[in-house]
């Protein structure tokens, strides 16, 4: 954490931006056959080989997007890799490049920069990642990263947020609620360290919901999943802003409403527990919370054979005719309309940084 960082001291300015770049960049190998020229000069090379070439960026700042009290740089070097190749994931392509560019004031030691792009580097080993660029930036005050994620796809692969029809099957990979979950335990841990710094709580009943916030991965699986059970989603997102807006992404381009069964959504058991704790719905950290990097997506309910006994899916819900989006609570007592509130609690600024 960057509490340790008295033990990092080398000065950024050591290097100068020239020996930076090298220093962090040097153990990246070239692995995508998709790859003709990576880092070092001024723009990197690719080969399309008759694909579609698909292209996304995400930011991440300090204090609106993570708090470095409890992010370990090696994993926030790991999480900027899979916010970023997560959206190309979502369109049923194969991520396969990515540019990082950083902005770091001297208060960040080249140690510090080591974490990162050590995070970086184990990610994109693990999902056959080249690093074919970025740029280096000094900033004033706060730590900046902003990825851009490069992948390709037969044209006939891409699966679009819109696609969607009346009567499709609304699905969902893996299970939600962890990462939120995992934030506000890290959360109330960091308030309970300000008052107490000799305090060494025992996390271990939370690791899975800390490791979904902490070291989340991304469902580069599901495509080859899907191949092999012959099926083509008619619409695809991924979950990094929360259930509702990603519900109300698909129908606004889709043109369709969506009823989700709360009894229906995927729930570990730690989720429930600590929402318990929090007295939080897990459900309402499911709707507004995010970064849970998995894939929602529909289906023509004519494969729902196809799909209802698999393991890494639930079938959360259904596309209706009537543009309205509704979460159905258990039993089927309430019809409640589903609102952005992700979003609208991530404009008011996502974490508290004092
Ligand atoms: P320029 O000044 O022409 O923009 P740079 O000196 O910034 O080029 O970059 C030189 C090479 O290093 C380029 O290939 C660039 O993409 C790469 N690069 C620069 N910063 C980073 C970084 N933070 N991570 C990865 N590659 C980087
Ligand atoms: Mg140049």
Redesign the pocket.
């Known amino acids: 954490m960057i509490d340790d960082k008295n033990i990092f001291k080398t000065p950024i300015s050591e290097y100068g931006?020239?020996g930076i770049?090298k220093h962090?960049?040097k153990n990246f190998e070239i692995r995508s056959p998709f790859t003709v020229k990576?880092?070092?000069?001024?723009?990197?090379v690719s080969d399309p080989k008759n694909k579609k070439v698909l292209l996304s960026s995400d930011i991440l700042i300090e204090n609106v997007h993570f708090n470095l009290a409890y992010t370990p740089l090696k994993h926030l070097g790991y999480k900027v890799v899979i916010a970023g190749i997560s959206d190309i994931i979502a369109m049923n392509a194969s991520p396969q490049q990515i540019?990082?560019?950083?902005g770091v004031s001297n208060r960040f030691p080249v140690e510090a920069l080591d974490e990162i792009y050590n995070g970086i580097h184990i990610a994109c080993k693990h999902y056959n990642i080249d690093?074919?660029?970025?740029?280096?930036v000094s900033s004033n005050s706060g730590l900046v990263l902003n990825v851009t994620a490069v992948g390709f796809a037969d044209e006939n692969e891409i699966v679009y947020r819109k696609g969607a029809q009346p009567n499709d099957l609304l699905i969902v990979s893996g299970d939600l609620g962890g990462a939120y979950f995992g934030l506000q335990v890290l959360e109330r841990e960091n308030v309970a360290y300000k008052s107490n710094p000799n305090l060494q709580p025992d996390l271990s009943e939370y690791s899975y919901i800390l490791e979904r916030q902490l070291k989340p991965e991304a469902r580069t699986d599901i495509k080859n999943l899907l191949k092999d059970m012959d099926i083509h989603p008619t619409s695809m997102i991924d979950i990094s802003d929360g259930l509702a807006s990603e519900i109300l992404h698909l129908s606004d381009q889709s043109n369709v409403g969506f009823s989700l069964y709360e009894e229906k959504i995927p729930i570990d058991n730690q989720v429930i527990t600590t929402a318990e704790e929090f007295g939080i719905n897990p459900i309402t950290g499911i709707l507004n919370g995010g970064e849970d990097y998995e894939l929602l997506f529909t289906l023509p309910i004519t494969e729902t054979d196809k799909i209802k006994h698999n393991p890494n899916f639930s079938i959360i819900g259904h596309a209706t005719q009537e543009i309205k989006n509704v979460l159905i609570t258990k039993g089927n007592t309430q019809i409640i309309p589903l609102t952005a509130q992700g979003w609208e609690a991530y404009l008011n600024k996502k974490y508290t940084s004092k």
Do not use: M, N, R, Y
């Not at 540019?99 to 950083?102: C, D, G, Q």
């Not at 690093?131 to 280096?136: F, H, K, P, Q, Y």
């Open positions: 931006e020239f770049i962090l960049t990576g880092i070092g000069d001024d723009a990197s540019l990082i560019s950083i690093l074919i660029g970025g740029d280096t």
